[in-house]
């Protein structure tokens, strides 16, 4: 890196330097690598239309379009910034091996996110195939054991719970009715039926799955839980008061 480029690392072009390189990194990649795997770059400070470069068309996305609701818990919750090798299923059945990487800037500021999603439905089909074809053999045949050869002891690969199902919504009104359906059903009661606590406890898991990070989230919030947007903001008061003396 030379001196112009090291200067603009450093200061409020910085963020912008990163991302052109990011930009850079996916296209570069995607050239080399098969149309079964797909590169996402997200700015961050663009949420909830994140999206900034694509490289492949595994999930059908285009610059532009948003933040899934696994990104989005990742960005509001500050925890790891690496989750590697997470299983998806698309709604068309496909499977997917899934990877993010949230990329800081010098200040050690959350700037952006580079997502990898490998459709890997071929070769579980491929490894069901030969399971079938091997399971007779192995059932009617003694084979001979190979000798015993020492295993390498290889670092563990840092691994993280895998998600409920990651979606990859194509515009914001799709994310956001996902995020509000999947928080009402966790809780288990009808809206109609639902009391304060029953929506309290909807808006806190908005709230921990980046839900408020959406433009117009309060009004969306506050018409599916038949409440007022003032509800909406006293509910968000109290979760961040008590969250407060719980950490206090």
């Known amino acids: 890196m030379d001196a112009r480029s090291t ?18 990194v996916v296209a570069t990649l995607g050239s080399a690598l098969p149309t079964t795997v797909e590169i996402v770059l997200h ?5 909830p239309n994140s999206i900034v470069a694509v490289s492949g068309d595994v999930t059908n996305r285009r610059i532009g379009d948003p933040a899934t609701d ?8 500050g925890s790891d910034d690496s989750m590697v090798g997470y299983q998806t ?11 993010t990487h949230i990329v800081r800037n010098a ?3 959350r700037i952006a996110a580079v997502c990898v999603n490998a459709d890997v439905s071929a070769w579980l089909q491929m490894r069901d195939l030969v399971t079938r074809v091997l399971q007779p053999l ?3 045949h003694t084979l001979p054991e190979a000798p015993a050869s020492p295993v390498p002891t290889l670092r563990p690969v840092e691994q993280v719970a895998e998600p409920v ?4 919504p194509h515009d914001v009104d799709e994310l956001a009715a996902h995020l509000l359906a999947s928080a009402i059903d966790e809780i288990g009661i009808p809206v109609d039926l639902m009391k304060k606590e029953h929506k309290l406890a909807v808006v806190a898991q908005l709230r921990e799955r980046g839900m408020f990070l959406l433009r117009d989230a309060v009004e969306m919030v506050a018409g599916h839980l038949q409440v007022t947007r ?6 968000l008061n109290e979760i961040e008061r008590t969250s407060g003396a719980e950490s206090a």
């Open 7 to 24: 200067q603009m690392a450093t200061d409020g072009g910085g963020d912008a330097f990163i991302l052109r390189m990011l930009e850079q």
């Open 43 to 47: 700015d961050l400070a663009r949420i």
């Open 70 to 77: 696994v990104l989005l818990q990742a960005v509001v919750s």
């Open 89 to 99: 299923r698309l709604p068309d059945g496909r499977e997917l091996r899934s990877s």
């Open 107 to 109: 200040a050690g500021q």
């Open 138 to 140: 192995s059932a009617t």
């Open 165 to 168: 199902g990651e979606r990859f």
């Open 230 to 235: 003032f509800t909406i903001y006293n509910y």
